[in-house]
């Protein structure tokens, strides 16, 4: 995905039924031109239309304007644009339900605007944007749904996959970047990014979390142990958490 820059900037719709919160979010981005604000929206409706009339890369959906069930409708409707929640909620349970209907993140509205434009830079990145301390379970949970539904690996053709593109993959799966990957395997930051479009591509996924998702289900990966959701003894994070956290920051 391209970088945003003054000739490339985010185009972001915002769907808040505040008014008041969108005229301050685009007045606070105005200046800045790795970001575009190109619709607003106050509710589900006007959000479709939107998205079938504007050009658009991102979705920053207020939790509380149409709520969780408007999740797919949008996604649906936004050719691949990745959808952020915007929510004064904190109950994880909640943040889990936006994960498993296909958000790419949540952020709390009492956050700073520097941690909502890097949260919108890292999602549009492909990158997923939870809060590790109430997330810490997620995965494991989603792991287990998709082992349930015994999905048959080859109707996504993981036998394609390269000996190198697996190294990319237990190493996504570890929490690395795309810098500390290239590291660890030698490569440079660039074919390390060409090796993860050619995965998502070969595996039917959009993102690094639904890749993750994917390779803990099929096996390709293995589950980190010790998964503590408030980290352990000395304050530090593990096992899903750390996976997570690694992708957060």
């Known amino acids: 995905m391209i970088a945003p820059t003054s000739q490339n900037p985010i185009r ?52 509380d304007c149409g709520g969780l069930d408007l999740i797919p409708a949008l996604l649906e409707s936004s050719s691949g644009a990745p959808l952020l929640i915007l929510t004064h909620v904190t109950d994880a ?66 036998a394609s996959l390269t000996r190198r593109e697996h190294e990319v993959i237990a190493l996504v799966s570890k929490g690395l970047k795309n810098r500390e990957i290239g590291t660890r395997l030698f490569i440079s930051e660039t074919t390390v990014r060409h090796h993860l479009t050619s995965i998502y591509e070969k595996l039917g996924v959009s993102n690094r979390l639904e890749l993750i998702i994917f390779a803990f289900s099929q096996g390709l990966a293995s589950l980190p142990e010790n998964d503590q959701s408030h980290g352990n003894r000395r304050g530090q994070s593990s096992g899903v958490v750390q996976v997570i956290s690694g992708m957060q920051n």
């Open 12 to 63: 972001i719709i915002l769907v808040d039924r505040d008014k008041l919160v969108c005229h301050g979010f685009r007045t606070l981005i105005a200046n800045n031109p790795a970001f575009e604000i190109v619709g607003e929206a106050n509710n589900g409706d006007e959000a479709m239309l939107l998205l079938e009339n504007e050009q658009s890369d991102f979705i920053l959906l207020e939790l």
């Open 93 to 158: 349970e909640e943040h889990r339900k936006a994960m498993l209907l296909g958000a790419s993140g949540v952020i709390q509205k009492e956050v700073g605007l520097d941690v909502l434009l890097k949260a919108i830079e890292k999602v549009h990145a492909g990158e997923i944007w939870y809060d590790r301390s109430k997330m810490g379970g997620v995965l494991r949970d989603i792991v287990r749904n998709a082992r349930a539904k015994k999905e048959d690996p080859t109707a996504i053709n993981v």
